[in-house]
């Protein structure tokens, strides 16, 4: 059910009541905070009312039992890195801004990790290799997101395969429902089993459903040893047949990246190389295995006679310095890909791995029949790819070639038996597709869910289940420190 539209003059009042019991060090007016809060990584901007920094985790409450009195819509954020309009105050309101409760605390015994919402995901990366454990979920913008984001879409990255997602992590969770009220899920114990899991309903929801304050989370022993070797393939179809060969071989890396040939030819323009000597824009697959010296010693002869047997070149990493020069171009190649539009949709669906090659197949025809470069690179250990159809923003005929060919790929995707987002969530940029992906019972429940725990519907709004214009969407240019990574 869409949020009723609040009245100027409620908004206004509700606002300055809002200041009157939080401060207004704590509640935010002034130009330059609310034109910061009023768009995320997606660019869609709508300007809020109000910016709420709390620096204890009760104002968080305060601020819900205000919003929920006067029907003003509430959109939670942290470093705003999404690239789906999930932090986007599409309906105004206020924007409640989390960043401010970063604590973070190791338990090293238990291994585990209590942190706040604010919390930087790097930071919090660094606490736990410095008692020797290891926090797994790495996605591309830890060095700038926040553990309350990944939790709200689920986040992933390269670790994902071996390890899992954000989700594999959360022992517990603390936090607000949407009319104000303080509630626990889970306890800082391995098991839990009393009641529904409404912790997990949380995780994944897109902060649609309450707002997290605090978080515990399951870290690992540090992985010994780490080894990295870097593969070239004739083309798409023989690296992902390749990769299920490795799989199936019950080898499972820590980390498995892929890179089509338009992801490698302009990783090497940007890096004015050419990776493997006479393999010009050859795809790649980049490996990391981690563990035991031991473990990895048995690994190592595995994934080297596989590479003998499936791929055109191989180059390992003897030293921690060379593997990081083989990385090189993974962490070129989303930048650099702008050399072929000047916009990009960057859409993070997951393949079954039966599917592979089919597939690859088809996206080559949509390259075709869309007259788009769509460079391609993902996560092969569980099928998450991210497409980047590259369009001019200028060119009409681009702008409508990249909506047809978002909408064909989400189609297929489904067919397949996949997902149309494997981490970066919903959002407002996929509303249109995530009827593609459910049925009208499913989201039927869902929106059951909703309207059970926010029946007034002020938390984050207007996402996921309303259908959204993107393409209409008023947008800013803003250069953010952790695109193109």
């Not at 997602?165 to 936090?175: C, E, P, Q, S, W």
């Not at 002869?301 to 055109?312: E, G």
């Not at 690179?377 to 991210?386: K, R, S, V, Y």
């Not at 200028?394 to 989400?410: D, N, T």
Request: net charge positive.
């Amino acid at each position: 059910m869409p949020t009723k539209k609040v009245s100027a003059r409620v908004l206004a009042s509700a606002t300055l009541a809002l200041r009157r019991k939080l401060g207004a060090k704590v509640v935010l007016t002034d130009d330059a905070a609310l034109e910061a809060a009023s768009y995320d990584s997606s660019r869609i901007a709508v300007r809020p009312a109000a910016v709420i920094r709390p620096t204890k985790r009760e104002q968080v409450g305060v601020v819900l039992k205000l919003a929920n009195l006067h029907g003003v819509p509430v959109t939670p954020r942290g470093r705003g890195t999404t690239l789906m309009g999930s932090a986007t105050p599409i309906r105004g309101g206020w924007v409640l801004d989390l960043m401010g409760l970063d604590a973070i605390r190791l338990d090293p015994e238990a291994g585990l990790a209590h942190v706040q919402a604010g919390a930087n995901v790097g930071a919090i990366q660094d606490a736990a290799a410095a008692a020797g454990w290891f926090y797994p979920p790495d996605p591309s913008s830890k060095a700038y997101c926040t553990i309350g984001g990944n939790i709200a879409c689920n986040a992933g990255g390269m670790h994902g395969g071996k390890y899992g997602v954000t989700r594999d992590f959360v022992v517990a969770l603390k936090g607000y429902l949407p009319n104000g009220e303080f509630v626990r899920w889970g306890t800082a114990t391995r098991k839990f089993a009393a009641g529904f899991n409404l912790r997990d309903l949380w995780i994944g929801s897109e902060g649609m459903l309450g707002v997290v304050t605090d978080a515990v989370l399951r870290l690992l022993p540090a992985p010994a040893a780490r080894w990295t070797l870097l593969t070239s393939f004739s083309d798409e179809v023989a690296a992902f047949r390749a990769a299920r060969a490795l799989f199936a071989a019950r080898v499972q890396p820590a980390i498995c990246e892929f890179l089509d040939r338009a992801s490698v030819t302009c990783a090497e323009a940007a890096m004015k190389t050419t990776i493997f000597p006479g393999q010009p824009g050859r795809p790649v697959i980049l490996l990391e295995l981690a563990g035991s010296e031991a473990e990895l010693a048995d690994a190592k002869t595995a994934v080297l006679a596989w590479a003998a047997a499936h791929a055109a070149g191989h180059r390992e990493a003897k030293t921690r310095g060379e593997a990081e020069a083989l990385w090189a171009v993974r962490r070129k190649c989303s930048g650099a890909m702008f050399q072929m539009g000047d916009a990009k949709l960057n859409e993070d669906i997951t393949v079954p791995l039966g599917a592979y090659e089919e597939f690859a197949v088809w996206l080559e025809q949509l390259r075709e029949k869309s007259g788009l470069a769509i460079p391609t690179f993902g996560h092969l250990a569980d099928g998450n790819l991210h497409v980047n159809i590259m369009y001019h923003k200028a060119v009409p005929a681009e702008c409508r070639a990249a909506e047809k060919a978002v909408l064909a790929l989400m189609k297929k995707v489904v067919a397949l038996g996949g997902a149309i987002s494997g981490e970066h969530g919903i959002g407002l940029a996929k509303t249109p597709f995530l009827r593609i992906q459910h049925g009208a019972a499913e989201i039927a429940a869902m929106r059951a869910v909703k309207h059970a725990l926010d029946p007034n519907g002020i938390l984050n709004p207007g996402k996921m289940f309303e259908v959204f214009e993107v393409w209409n969407a008023p947008r800013v240019t803003v250069a953010f420190p952790w695109d193109h990574k």
